[in-house]
């Protein structure tokens, strides 16, 4: 069965410092691999996706995620935070498929507290 | 462009009680899914369904029901309320591609079983 872990549970960073969040996989193949965010009382709104091809993906908000095969990780950055990134942010994979239903597993979360 | 639509946004329930998540989606999409996000927990599939006609159990199915009654709408059931399933709940659909495809979700439905 696939699982996703998300190591941090809590991130504190300043404004303006760089970001980078953790998320490790387990699948037997590449699945397809997700970064939402959540806002407080929203719902999950995609950062970014990784099918296939380049391993650096570029997302909205000046997001980042680079997918290592090698290490089973997907990890999120941001070169430079600011205030509105603070939220919770998961991580999620799911089986790549041929047909039927694409069931997301998602990771615990990491809740983002930015510093001013 | 409403994308995924769920009601209500907030409800009580005392235990024992039951009501249903209505869930609908205008584009158009094949598959939809209801998750519940616990605390700690991430989001963990309850129930989906792959296509119109079709339902399948996910990680967490103990205690409800599901409803494809057509392409667009998705209902969650809750037979007799407990308060284990007090919690946010999530509708999403997705189109599936074989260049892979994007699940989007809607605002959550916040639920208190006292």
């Known amino acids: 069965a696939q699982s996703v872990t998300q190591p941090d549970i809590h991130i504190t960073v300043s404004e303006g410092a760089s970001l980078e969040l953790r998320c490790n996989y387990s699948y037997g193949a590449t699945p397809y691999l997700f970064w939402y965010v959540q806002s407080p009382g929203q719902g999950l709104q995609l950062l970014l996706k990784?099918?296939?091809?380049?391993?650096l993906v570029q997302g909205i908000k000046g997001f980042e995620a680079e997918f290592k095969r090698s290490q089973s990780s997907f990890n999120l950055r941001k070169p430079s935070v600011h205030w509105s990134d603070a939220a919770e942010y998961f991580c999620?994979?799911?089986?790549?498929?041929?047909?039927?239903?694409?069931?997301?597993?998602f990771g615990t979360g990491t809740q983002l507290k930015v510093e001013l | 462009n409403a994308g995924v639509t769920q009601t209500p946004k907030f409800q009580v329930l005392k235990t024992g009680q039951s009501m249903t998540l209505q869930c609908a989606q205008d584009m158009n999409h094949n598959s939809m899914y209801w998750y519940r996000q616990d605390p700690g927990m991430g989001l963990r599939l309850i129930y989906y369904s792959a296509s119109e006609g079709t339902t399948d159990k996910g990680e967490v199915p103990n205690g409800y029901n599901v409803s494809r009654l057509n392409k667009r709408e998705f209902s969650l059931r809750l037979e007799s309320a407990a308060p284990s399933q007090t919690s946010v709940y999530f509708c999403?659909?997705?189109?599936?591609?074989?260049?892979?495809?994007?699940?989007?979700f809607g605002e959550g439905s916040w639920l208190t079983v006292v």
């Open positions: 999403a659909s997705s189109e599936i591609r074989a260049s892979g495809n994007t699940i989007y």
């Open positions: 990784y099918f296939s091809g380049d391993t």
């Open positions: 999620a994979v799911a089986p790549p498929l041929t047909g039927g239903g694409n069931k997301l597993t």
